[in-house]
C-alpha cells in the first residue's frame, strides 16, 4: 500500500512539531522534524568547526547518520535533542539549510523515510518541495509575538532563558531568511490549507487538522 503523508509548514515557533507530534500519535504515523535535521546538522558543522558559510565544508553529510526511536532525533548514535536547541544552533541554522548541498542530501532522506512509513513530517518546504503530493498539506502561522512567547515557554521548559524581545527579533530575523533565500524557501504550497493559529490553543489546532483528515478520509481513523 502506498505510504500516506501529511505535510505542515510553517514560520519559527508556529507549533508545527508539537501538533505533527500530536497528530503522528493520533493516526499512528511516524514524526518527522526536518527541522531538527538543518538543526542537528548545524551543530555538527560547528563542533568540526567548518566555515558554516561554505557549502563545501559540508562534505560529512554522506557519513552523517539519523535516527528517530521514540520520537526522538540521534545523530551519529547520540541523542541530540537538547544540544540542537540551543542559541547558537538557532542562530546558524538558517545560513546552513540555505546551502544546496545541504538540502539536496536532506530532502533524499526525508523523501526515503516518507516512502518506508506513514509519516506527518514538519518543516519550511514540505508541501511544496519535499512531499508535492502528500495527501494532507497544511501551513500553520501566528503573529510574531505570540510565537515568541511559544518559543520563551518551550525555552524554559528546557532549562535555556532568552529574553522575550530578544527571541522576537532572532525569530524575525530567521523567518526573513528562510522566506528570501534562493534555494525552497518557507512557503505555502499552493493547495495548503493555511491555519491562523495566534488565537488558538494546541488542542484546538490538533482538533482542525483532525477534522480535516476525518472530512476527506473516513478511514483514516
Ligand atoms: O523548525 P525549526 O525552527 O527547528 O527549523 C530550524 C531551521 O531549519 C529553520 O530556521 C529553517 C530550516 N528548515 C528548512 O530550511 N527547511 C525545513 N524543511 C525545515 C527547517
Redesign the pocket.
Known amino acids: 500500500m502506498p505510504k500516506r503523508q501529511i505535510a505542515i509548514?510553517g514560520p519559527?515557533?508556529a507549533g508545527?512539531?508539537t501538533i505533527a507530534k500530536l497528530v503522528s500519535d493520533l493516526l499512528d504515523y511516524t514524526h518527522i522534524?526536518?527541522?531538527?535535521?538543518?538543526?542537528a546538522i548545524?551543530l555538527k558543522a560547528m563542533r568540526l568547526n567548518v566555515d558554516l558559510d561554505d557549502e563545501d565544508a559540508f562534505d560529512f553529510l554522506d557519513q552523517t547518520k539519523f535516527d528517530y526511536k521514540n520520537g526522538v532525533l540521534f545523530m551519529d548514535g547520540k541523542d541530540v535533542s537538547k544540544d540542537?536547541?540551543s542559541r547558537e544552533v538557532?542562530n546558524n541554522?538558517?545560513l546552513?539549510?540555505?546551502h544546496a548541498l545541504v538540502?539536496r542530501v536532506?530532502?533524499e532522506r526525508?523523501q526515503k523515510l516518507a516512502r518506508d512509513h506513514d509519516v506527518v513530517?514538519?518543516?519550511?518546504?514540505?508541501g511544496y518541495?519535499?512531499l508535492p503530493k502528500a495527501n494532507y498539506k497544511f501551513f500553520l502561522t501566528a503573529d510574531v509575538t505570540t510565537r515568541a512567547k511559544r518559543r520563551f515557554l518551550e525555552n524554559a521548559k528546557n532549562g535555556i532563558h532568552i529574553p522575550l524581545d530578544d527571541l522576537k527579533q532572532e525569530i524575525i530575523t530567521?523567518?526573513d531568511?528562510?522566506s528570501n533565500?534562493k534555494h525552497?524557501?518557507?512557503k505555502a504550497a499552493e493547495d495548503a490549507i493555511v491555519i491562523d493559529t495566534s488565537d488558538m490553543d494546541i488542542e484546538d489546532v490538533v482538533k482542525t487538522i483532525e477534522a480535516k483528515v476525518r472530512e476527506e478520509d473516513t478511514d483514516e481513523f
Open positions: 509548514d519559527a515557533g508545527k512539531s522534524d526536518t527541522g531538527a535535521m538543518y538543526r548545524t540542537i536547541r538557532s541554522v538558517s546552513v539549510s540555505s538540502r536532506l530532502v526525508q513530517m514538519d518543516g519550511r518546504d514540505i518541495n519535499v530567521r523567518d531568511f528562510d533565500r525552497s524557501p518557507l
